[in-house]
């Protein structure tokens, strides 16, 4: 039978292996990883296709003034099935509400994240249809991870207000109505200022868990854990693909932004609550569509290690905030 003084040996040597560990590992990031990301472009990443001239084009800046009311960014990876169906329906709401508004302009940047399907045609077919104006294709070299493609669309758009919206269409385009007024009521139409207004899916948790196996709804919950554990407290559906940023926010939060898989949603809600940037959650309709990307166990596993990892960078200093974003 162990005796009381081994047990506490043991603990701690545990403990302080434990801590070494952790001493080490901080030590090894805060040495191999840089404080401010390096955002890596490919020069034909600096251009879209005008189907008018046949001419490569200069992509906006984010840096520039707004030249439009809304940016939409798609990020795509393999979807030459799913994407048509929610551009018709994206497109068809926005070329609708352009005509009653004469003040609503908007383009679509589509985001092929290195797609090995017929994603870049698919969506050239709209650039043709609706003109370069409206519709920009944005073709990554490299699979970057969805985060990465918002990024790089982010960074190359032209609105006041920018929306990146899932490939798949699983949120009514029409519930951008909804971001939008609460975008107003924190932003007065100003795109100086910073907000940011997310869909969420949490008021239909109670009906999503009823259709879920008992695997699926452990590791959900283990993941809200570790969210408001290691980076988010007061946001309870992080991961819904419909997210609308004040121009002034994205200038902020996607120069800073590191993680470019699952978990950049964590990201960048961790560093708008860092800079007490406003945020609105906002309940939207959303349908699960077949062909999602995510599979339950891996990908939370890679998402679970990802947000204890933000949680360390950010506290050893391995990763940083620019102060002068700070309020």
Same mark, same amino acid.
């Given at each position: 039978?162990? %005796? ?13 292996? =434990? ?19 390096? =955002? ?17 084009? #200069? ?8 030249? @439009? ?21 994206? =497109? +068809? ?5 352009? *005509?009653?508004?004469? &003040?609503?302009?908007?383009?679509? =940047? ?17 650039? /043709? ?9 944005? /073709? ?19 609105? *006041? ?9 699983? %949120?009514?385009?029409? &519930? ?17 200022? &910073? ?8 008021? @239909?948790?109670?009906?999503? %868990? ?18 408001? %554990? ?18 002034? +926010? ?21 560093? !708008? *609550? ?8 906002? +309940? ?16 939370? #596993? *890679?998402?679970?290690? &990802? ?7 950010? !506290?050893?200093? !391995? ?9």
């Amino acid at each position: 039978m162990l %005796t009381t003084e081994f047990v506490q040996l043991v603990l701690l040597f545990g403990s302080g292996s =434990i801590f070494f560990l952790f001493v080490v590992l901080g030590i090894v990031l805060k040495v191999t990883t840089t404080p401010f990301p390096k =955002i890596v472009r490919h020069r034909d990443e600096e251009y879209y296709k005008d189907p008018d001239t046949g001419d490569s084009r #200069l992509f906006a800046s984010l840096e520039d003034k707004p030249s @439009l009311k809304l940016s939409v960014i798609v990020p795509a990876f393999d979807e030459e099935k799913r994407l048509p169906a929610m551009l018709d329906e994206c =497109i +068809a709401y926005l070329e609708a509400r352009s *005509q009653k508004d004469e &003040d609503f302009t908007y383009e679509v =940047i589509i985001v092929s994240d290195g797609s090995r399907d017929r994603t870049v045609k698919v969506a050239m077919r709209y650039v /043709n249809l609706y003109g370069s104006d409206s519709v920009r294709v944005l /073709n990554l070299i490299e699979n970057r991870g969805k985060g990465g493609a918002v990024r790089l669309g982010m960074l190359s758009s032209r609105g *006041q207000f920018l929306l990146f919206a899932d490939a798949d269409g699983a %949120t009514k385009f029409a &519930d951008y109505e909804k971001l939008e007024r609460s975008m107003m009521e924190m932003t007065g139409s100003d795109w100086k200022r &910073d907000a940011l207004a997310i869909g969420s899916r949490a008021h @239909l948790e109670e009906e999503a %868990t009823a259709k879920r196996t008992i695997f699926r709804t452990i590791l959900m919950h283990g993941f809200h854990f570790l969210v408001w %554990t290691f980076a988010v407290k007061k946001i309870r559906d992080t991961q819904c693909g419909f997210k609308l940023v004040s121009r002034s +926010a994205a200038r902020k939060l996607f120069q800073v932004m590191h993680v470019e898989r699952w978990a950049f949603d964590v990201e960048l809600l961790f560093i !708008a *609550q860092s800079y007490n940037i406003p945020i609105a959650e906002v +309940a939207v309709n959303w349908t699960e569509i077949e062909g999602s990307k995510l599979t339950p166990f891996w990908s939370w #596993l *890679q998402m679970g290690r &990802d947000l204890m990892l933000i949680w360390f960078r950010y !506290a050893i200093g !391995a990763w940083q905030l620019r102060k002068e974003h700070s309020n």
